[in-house]
Structures are given as structure tokens and as C-alpha cells.
């Protein structure tokens, strides 16, 4: 009896999972062509001298970072 109940499972679970695969193809509108691009802007970028200023590092910090990749490096 146990071994009807699973081959009955397998069965729907096989149709179930079947009826996705022989669905067929779903038709629908093609997609509208995308407007022409004009390249007539400007692109304006920050000087490249300018690095964003960053506060300093607190040694504990730091300390606690290198004992984490240390501990990292063991495994």
C-alpha cells in the first residue's frame, strides 16, 4: 500500500510539473521601438584631483580587523 501511495505522488507530481513544459507558446504584441537618442547633452564629472576626505582610523578598530582576517585565514 505504502509503495501505490508513492508511486501515485511521483505520478501527480510528475503532471503537475509536466503541464509547464507542454503549455506551448504564449503569444503577445511585440514591444514598441525605443524613441531615437540624441547626443546632444554634456556630461560634467568631477575634477580628479579632488579626494573625499576620510576621518582617521581608530586602532582598536583596526586591531579587531586584523584579528578577524587572521582568524579568517586559519579556515
Known amino acids: 500500500m505504502r509503495k501505490l501511495q508513492r508511486l501515485s505522488m ?20 511585440p514591444a514598441p521601438e525605443p524613441p531615437p537618442a540624441s547626443a546632444t547633452g554634456t556630461i560634467e564629472t568631477p575634477p580628479s584631483g579632488a579626494q573625499p576626505v576620510t576621518a582617521p582610523a581608530d586602532p582598536v578598530v583596526d586591531i579587531a580587523l586584523n584579528l578577524l582576517q587572521g582568524a579568517l585565514s586559519l579556515f
Open 10 to 29: 511521483a505520478v501527480a507530481l510528475t503532471l503537475m510539473l509536466g503541464t509547464y513544459a507542454l503549455a506551448g507558446i504564449i503569444e503577445c504584441p
